[in-house]
DNA sequence: ATTAATTTTTAGATTAGTCTAAAAATTTAA
DNA sequence: TTAAATTTTTAGACTAATCTAAAAATTAAT
């Protein structure tokens, strides 16, 4: 039976995944420590744990990715705040903007009966108060009805979810320009002559994308 | 502003609470590392820091007792743990043997208002899913409906909470045998004849009492 | 009323999480 | 492309909570 993590390692996950705009994407020592109120030198050291009980991969000097079990980890506990989030505001009437606090510590309970039965008793919300989408049981996250990227707007953004039509030579051309599935992906500019677009992808720069290509991409809200 | 008792420091503060029969009985020390399932010297060392932060009155070798602001942070923690019971049985469908360990941990949580908007939630309950009192907002404890120490049969405990009429003689002599509000009592014995009886008080050992007095004593259960 | 048994405390270590200060590696910029 | 600035890591120390082993005080028993 492997032990289940001390309350700051869990602070430590969450964070991690929450810092990281994608799931490849390495979070750095001194992001940690801001996100984290703490110092860049306890990090690291937090991070040599964290990374000896295979929860995170490490380079040295890289900065830090979430393993699978790590993920699950993260997505457990952020699963555990949004519900009880919803249950504070829906319940307890507390307005929205009181209840991070309170759920930062409720997020910390273990018992993944009471959990799903709190999930139960909500009603299985897929939505917190705040709009983020909750997580279920296997942590799977129940994305927004999705829509194509050319018909999104400057400073809109999302992941991309799939394509419209599998066109085997379209596929190729993403591949080939870096867009992946479960990409977070920014709307920048909007050219209004022949509708191509500048976009910004997490970790991977500016792209040009041509009104052909954002016609073919799907995109939903919140990963 | 004084800053909040760690969870250490709440565990121990409650298991004096539980330990002690009564508010003025002395916690030994092993009866403390026992029930925290830890070792005397440390209960020894926490024991001297609980003392100089005022929680507990402590003399080397003679156990300790609760201040009046350590009982009031013991009341405030049973307050949480007994909400939370009635929310998991009441609401999620716990059984009532299940609720005890996730208590135990909801019970650290810390908000007022969070414990204030629970107890309103669930309609100001005075007693949890094992009939032990709610202490209120205050930390007053509603007691039961008291009854006469006379009406009483062996083996039945209580607290004392008054007497039926406040004759000086009579009160007078309860000073004389130390028998004070509070008080836990427990009849040993109900003798058939003249319905004297045989009583332990906690910290008092036992006493005899006759018909004539304990038909004055007023008894309530639950403290 | 001594001695024996028990309880409690002290002394010295250990672990998790944190810090400061300084060294090392990486990145940025002249 | 070398120097400067920044980031990250190491080294050493601290605190809270814990432990074991041994000493001291109290209580029980002969």
Same mark, same amino acid.
């Given at each position: 039976?492997?032990?289940s ?7 430590y ?15 750095s ?11 860049p ?9 964290l ?14 990715t ?9 997505l457990?506990? /952020? !699963?555990?705040?949004?519900?009880? *989030? +919803?249950f504070? %505001? &829906? ?15 409720l ?19 897929t ?51 870096n /867009? !992946?599935?479960?990409l977070?992906? *920014? +709307?920048?500019? %909007? &050219? ?16 040009f ?15």
């Amino acid at each position: 039976m492997e032990k289940s993590l001390s309350l700051t390692e869990e602070n430590y996950i969450k964070a991690i995944f929450q810092i990281g705009t994608t799931p490849e994407s390495n979070v750095s020592t001194n992001a940690l420590a801001d996100n984290l109120q703490t110092k860049p030198a306890t990090v690291s050291d937090m991070i040599k744990k964290l990374s000896y009980k295979k929860l995170i991969f490490y380079k040295k000097y890289k900065g830090v990715t979430l393993s699978a079990s790590g993920s699950k980890e993260a997505l457990k506990i /952020i !699963r555990k705040h949004r519900l009880w *989030e +919803v249950f504070l %505001v &829906n319940h307890l009437y507390f307005k929205w903007d009181q209840v991070h606090e309170i759920a930062e510590q409720l997020e910390h309970i273990k018992s993944s009966e009471l959990i799903n039965r709190l999930d139960d008793f909500l009603g299985n919300p897929t939505i917190d108060p705040h709009g983020d989408p909750i997580p279920d049981a296997n942590g799977q996250v129940q994305l927004g009805p999705s829509k194509l990227l050319s018909e999104m707007t400057s400073h809109e953004n999302g992941i991309i979810v799939g394509v419209k039509n599998e066109n085997p030579l379209l596929l190729q051309h993403l591949d080939k320009i870096n /867009i !992946r599935l479960g990409l977070h992906i *920014e +709307v920048t500019e %909007v &050219n209004d002559f022949d509708q191509s677009m500048q976009v910004k992808l997490a970790d991977l720069g500016t792209l040009f994308l041509s009104e052909k290509i954002t016609s073919q991409i799907l995109i939903a809200k919140n990963l």
